[in-house]
């Protein structure tokens, strides 16, 4: 079920939040970019398309979808106000970008993950002279030692580009926090001068 959230300091919490510090061992972390980063690793062919969902078109919130199957995060759709104003319009663009290139950066990190995971256990089971399913049919496993030594190497090997996704992702929520503050600015201004929406249909500037 979809989420609506109405919250302005709940979704600051949630475009501040770093996803790299909540991911687990496996790397399953809980956002697709239009725009390509240093920390963002090579896109994989005939990867499934992100999931989509879509809010009722008299939604007046945000909404927050179920957590997507290739990056675990909850994707967001941005309400669209009626006469958004350019700057609002800015915030709304800049907050949905880093979203789209959230999810691309852990989409292609946990596939990346799941493969090298898949064929560590089987090169573990061959030298082990082990088929990858028992005499049951069922899927053979290794222990947590050997997974450890898997888990340890992945993360050794991609530490530069766990580093640099969290300098991109702090350097787009800091934007993304000024931003909002010069929203709130103008709103306030606006109010205590009585000023009323404009059709926010002018160029951004």
């Known amino acids: 079920m979809n989420v609506k959230t109405g919250n302005v300091s709940s979704l600051i919490f949630r475009s501040l939040r770093p996803c790299y510090t909540q991911a687990p061992l496996s790397l399953r972390s809980p956002?697709?970019?239009?725009?390509?980063?240093?920390?963002?690793?090579?896109k994989h062919a005939n990867r499934p398309e992100r999931t989509r969902f879509s809010p009722a078109a008299s939604?007046?919130?945000?909404?927050?979808?179920?957590?997507?199957?290739?990056?675990?995060?909850?994707?967001?759709?941005?309400?669209?106000?009626?006469n958004e104003t350019p700057l609002e319009?800015?915030?709304?663009?800049?907050?949905?970008?880093?979203?789209?290139?959230?999810?691309?950066?852990?989409?292609?990190?946990?596939?990346?993950?799941?493969?090298?995971?898949?064929?560590?256990?089987?090169?573990q089971l061959t030298a082990k002279g082990l088929s990858e399913r028992d005499d049951d049919g069922r899927?053979?496993?290794l222990s947590s030692e050997e997974m450890a030594v898997f888990y340890k190497h992945f993360l050794d090997k991609n530490i530069t580009r766990h580093a640099s996704y969290n300098r991109e992702?702090?350097?787009?929520?800091?934007?993304?926090?000024?931003?909002?503050?010069?929203?709130?600015?103008?709103?306030t201004w606006r109010t205590l001068t009585g000023q009323t929406r404009g059709t926010g249909r002018e160029k951004c500037k």
């Open 89 to 123: 319009r800015n915030l709304r663009h800049l907050r949905q970008e880093t979203e789209d290139w959230n999810h691309e950066f852990w989409a292609n990190q946990n596939f990346t993950f799941s493969k090298e995971k898949e064929e560590y256990v089987r090169s």
């Open 31 to 42: 956002c697709r970019g239009h725009r390509q980063s240093t920390s963002q690793p090579p």
């Open 59 to 82: 939604s007046k919130y945000d909404w927050i979808g179920p957590p997507d199957r290739l990056s675990n995060l909850r994707p967001i759709i941005y309400h669209i106000p009626e």
């Open 139 to 141: 899927k053979r496993t």
């Open 169 to 187: 992702w702090y350097r787009r929520n800091f934007t993304i926090t000024l931003m909002m503050a010069k929203v709130a600015l103008h709103n």
